[in-house]
């Protein structure tokens, strides 16, 4: 593990009820979240909306940033398959 991911602080939401972001559709996200060339993630595709949820997940600054974004229903299923840091 690099000295950065180990001291890199994660946000966690307060609870998963309040994960209500969308689950359908194209969504681009903010630049502090996905700050690599811009993308718009589909989410009708397994692949593109399992990357949207990593990214989210490691990069998120806020809670709001989780609320926005996630969506606890399809996290609950996906989220042992996601490619996260281990902390």
Do not use: C
Not at 16 to 44: E, F, K, Q, S
Not at 47 to 54: G, I, K, N
């Amino acid at each position: 593990m690099s000295r950065y991911a180990a001291v890199k602080p994660y946000v966690l939401p307060e609870s998963l009820d309040h994960l209500g972001g969308p689950t359908a559709g194209g969504i681009a996200l903010p630049r502090h979240v996905d700050w690599g060339p811009r993308h718009v993630y589909d989410l009708t595709d397994e692949a593109s909306f399992r990357l949207m949820y990593e990214r989210v997940v490691r990069e998120a600054q806020t809670r709001e940033d989780l609320d926005a974004y996630l969506n606890a229903m399809p996290l609950r299923k996906m989220g042992r398959d996601l490619f996260l840091p281990s902390r």
